[in-house]
């Protein structure tokens, strides 16, 4: 499987190497509860074996899912340090690959008093505190009916780290929306993607929506047919539209446009010649300029890029 992803270039996230969720331990796990000595031997004998396989394949680690909320591997070792151990032990084996701390309830509401973004951020300080330095955030994003103006002040609290912040597991339950209506939940979603796009600080988005002939888990973007839902024709509109756009030049050469940080590609058309070049934008709120000299003629085009919290137009 991580052959054919290298393959065909897509990027993969190790998740999880342990859940702190008691509901989700195999049998034989959960007969070592009361055996901590051979449990906790277990647990690092899946670290040295699964970390050093796929170091230089994964860009992510999701360490140990769902800490905020769960705590089975402290209360069956007796050891509240556990996770911050095996940070430590991950980090060590695979010093280039992010350590995601991944939990849910942070960016959905506010009603979850275990993983609220202070919640969060405490729990990242002490594993900063403790050596931990390659860390990232991970926000599941089970949404019902998102509140846009939360997840964007969650967003820029968290923010204020300096980490890289990915949805990890993005999808809306249409199943608990008034008779299942996924239009609703197809606009729902559209409201999520362009506020994490939007936002300077949010590095990658994964959604949780994989079809399978069972029937989807809360959503999925495309039917039995592999047709698309409303959800999936948001997801190929935004796509389009984040990847591509065509602008007309203003008198002079000078144009505008708002774009999402990073890499742009872009061809300049004029006098039936075309030009490439590549223009890197910088994260932030401001404008930023560039000048662009087309080799075969003294015209000048000027643009300016605005990174702000918007998608491009």
């Not at 959960?30 to 449990?39: T, V």
């Not at 990890?168 to 409201?191: F, R």
């Not at 932030?284 to 000027?302: D, K, M």
Request: aromatic residues 10%.
């Amino acid at each position: 499987m991580v052959a054919w992803c290298e393959a065909q270039r897509l990027n993969i996230r190790g998740h999880n190497i342990v859940w702190d969720d008691p509901r989700f331990q195999q049998p034989w796990v959960k007969a070592l509860a009361g055996k901590p000595d051979q449990l906790r031997q277990a647990v690092m004998s899946r670290v040295n074996s699964l970390v050093p396989r796929y170091v230089g394949h994964f860009i992510a680690w999701d360490v140990n899912n769902e800490q905020l909320h769960f705590s089975f591997y402290e209360d069956a070792l007796n050891d509240s340090s556990f996770s911050t151990s095996l940070f430590l032990d991950v980090q060590r084996l695979d010093p280039g690959t992010k350590l995601f701390v991944n939990d849910y309830n942070t960016l959905e509401n506010c009603n979850d008093p275990d993983s609220t973004p202070d919640a969060f951020i405490l729990k990242l300080r002490q594993l900063q505190a403790a050596g931990v330095t390659n860390l990232a955030i991970g926000l599941e994003a089970h949404f019902t009916r998102p509140d846009v103006a939360y997840v964007r002040s969650t967003l820029d609290k968290l923010a204020t780290l300096g980490l890289p912040i990915w949805l990890t597991e993005l999808d809306i339950n249409v199943n608990a929306l008034p008779n299942h209506n996924i239009t609703q939940g197809a606009i729902y979603l559209e409201d999520v993607l362009r506020e994490a796009f939007s936002h300077p600080a949010v590095q990658g988005i994964v959604m949780w929506t994989a079809w399978k002939p069972s029937g989807c888990y809360r959503m999925c973007l495309t039917d039995d047919n592999m047709d698309n839902l409303a959800t999936g024709d948001v997801v190929d509109i935004l796509l389009h539209e984040w990847q591509h756009v065509d602008i007309l030049a203003q008198k002079h050469g000078s144009l505008k446009w708002r774009g999402p940080p990073g890499t742009h590609k872009v061809s300049i058309q004029w006098n039936n010649t075309t030009y490439y070049i590549s223009l890197h934008v910088k994260p932030g709120r401001g404008t930023q300029y560039f000048i662009v000299e087309l080799p075969s003629s003294f015209t000048t085009v000027q643009m300016q890029a605005s990174s702000s919290l918007a998608s491009y137009k």
